[in-house]
């Protein structure tokens, strides 16, 4: 078949010159813009992974067209996203994206994370005029990239105020994630987590996302805070992440104003 054209909705791609992390290599950096006149700074979606943020070329099965689903947000431009993608490291995605060491591989996340938070506080905002909220910033990934969104927002909530998590790895290091996410000192506003995976995943995906749902539920998340959603349809691959991604950012971006009665994630 051929491949399939780029799709170019309005908006600036450009590159940000490339980031740099003691000891990682240097990666690309991918920034999307989207069209229209935003009446106060915009939200910041932060991406692993870039390579298959966008376009379909340059990732394994198919981009999250990411700029799409942005340019696409409610009428309101203040709601689309400034998104930055952050390339991963090719055969060293695995050692950069885990926090963690298992079976002689992961544990270079730090370096990563801490060239990120200095990236975003305050160069990045300062250039591209987004929103210095930790409420109107995203973290964002799947599979490993999902473990590190969770990682990051976890560890610097006042950065990055709301996590995205597609199908994350939390099985990495033998759940080294939920023995870590109990000893760290209770997340309070501005947290807000996105979770989910497919059914056509591993069944220990879904198991462990429910798994991380409960205990966060145990910690004052609530149906305002947490959004599990477990996918009939899912894969373990861009194409269904790219199909749950506009649901995710309404539920990240909407208004606090949202009720925080209840109990529970809500879970589809």
Known sequence: MPPRPTIRPPGRHFDLPPLVANGLATRRVRVFV??????????????????????????????WRAHV???????????????????????????????WRDKGRGGQ????LQALVAMLTPQLRAQ??????ATRTIIAGS????????????????????????SPSLWFAHGQF?????????LHDPSRIYMDAGLHESAHMVHNVRH?????????????TLRLLVDPRGHHRETSWRRRLPGAL?????AERMSRAGQGPRAT
């Open 143 to 166: 599979s490993l990239g999902g473990l590190a969104a969770l990682y990051a927002h976890v560890l610097h909530p006042g950065v990055f105020g709301r996590c995205l998590a597609m």
């Open 212 to 224: 991380l749902a409960a205990a966060l539920t145990h910690r004052g998340y609530h149906p305002a």
């Open 34 to 63: 989207p069209g229209g006149q935003p009446r106060q700074p915009r939200p910041l979606l932060v991406m692993f992974d870039g390579q298959n943020a966008f376009d379909d070329a340059g990732s394994h099965a198919g981009g």
């Open 69 to 99: 689903v942005a340019q696409r947000m409610p009428q309101q431009p203040d709601r689309a996203p400034v998104i930055v993608a952050i390339d991963h490291g090719g055969q060293a995605r695995i050692d950069e994206l885990a926090p």
């Open 250 to 254: 309404r539920f990240l971006l909407q």
């Open 178 to 186: 939920f023995n870590w996410l109990n000893e760290t000192a209770q």
């Open 109 to 112: 996340f730090a370096p990563l």
């Open 128 to 133: 591209l005029q987004v929103s210095p909220l």
